[in-house]
T-cell receptor, first 113, second 113 residues
Framework: DAGVIQSPRHEVTEMGQEVTLRCKPI?????LFWYRQTMMRGLELLIY????????DSGMPEDRFSAKMPNASFSTLKIQPSEPRDSAVYFC???????????FGEGSRLTVL | GENVEQHPSTLSVQEGDSAVIKCTYS??????FPWYKQELGKRPQLIID?????GEKKDQRIAVTLNKTAKHFSLHITETQPEDSAVYFC????????????FGTGTSLTVIP
């Protein structure tokens, strides 16, 4: 298996633009997590899906953020409109069962100018 | 989200010495405690984990201890090597809110040759 695949790896955009980050979890994994990493706040859990259903989205900063998981092999995290404070590395991770080992993607580095 | 505190935030040791990183968690129902290592520019990767029915677990130079009564757990690295230099994150799962993971704020470990 290729592991968790995220795209894009890098995104530079201007304030106000819509950003969509994508994630393909490892096949057979039923839990998917989106984390945001910054120097100031470390690894913050944004949202957690189990069997494609959002279980906990309490970490989503505000209404500008939304996440979907339409099927077991794909998830998106959308920011609309983006702001400079959204600049961070966004990691997607999946696991076979919860709680269990999280396998992280390589991350999407977002810069909002 | 739930609270996981991690100390120290930075740690420098001489090569060959031991390093200890400590974490506390807030929910007594937590039952899974992994440690992740993140090298510069890379994704976090699991190095060791422990479940609540075990007090200690070792894997070569790495060990984790768990004190459920006090709600804290620690990572011990013996005979440190320069390649151990990285950021280490502890995490705790919260079964009462869906088994998602909350991470500590990270410890930047530097092993001085």
């Amino acid at each position: 298996d290729a592991g968790v695949i995220q795209s894009p790896r890098h995104e530079v955009t201007e304030m106000g633009q819509e950003v969509t980050l994508r994630c393909k979890p490892i096949s057979g994994h039923n839990s998917l997590f989106w984390y945001r990493q910054t120097m100031m706040r470390g690894l913050e859990l944004l949202i957690y899906f189990n069997n494609n259903v959002p279980i906990d989205d309490s970490g989503m900063p505000e209404d500008r953020f939304s996440a979907k998981m339409p099927n077991a092999s794909f998830s998106t995290l959308k920011i609309q409109p983006s702001e400079p404070r959204d600049s961070a590395v966004y990691f997607c991770a999946s696991s076979f069962s919860a709680p269990g080992e999280l396998f992280f993607g390589e991350g999407s580095r977002l810069t909002v100018l | 989200g739930e609270n996981v505190e991690q100390h120290p935030s930075t740690l420098s040791v001489q090569e060959g010495d031991s390093a200890v990183i400590k974490c506390t968690y807030s929910d007594s129902a937590s039952n899974y405690f992994p440690w992740y290592k993140q090298e510069l520019g890379k994704r976090p990767q699991l190095i060791i984990d422990i479940r609540s029915n075990v007090g200690e677990k070792k894997d070569q130079r790495i060990a984790v201890t768990l004190n459920k009564t006090a709600k804290h757990f620690s990572l011990h690295i013996t005979e440190t090597q320069p390649e151990d230099s990285a950021v280490y994150f502890c995490a705790a799962s919260y079964p009462n809110t869906g088994n998602q993971f909350y991470f500590g704020t990270g410890t930047s470990l530097t092993v001085i040759p």
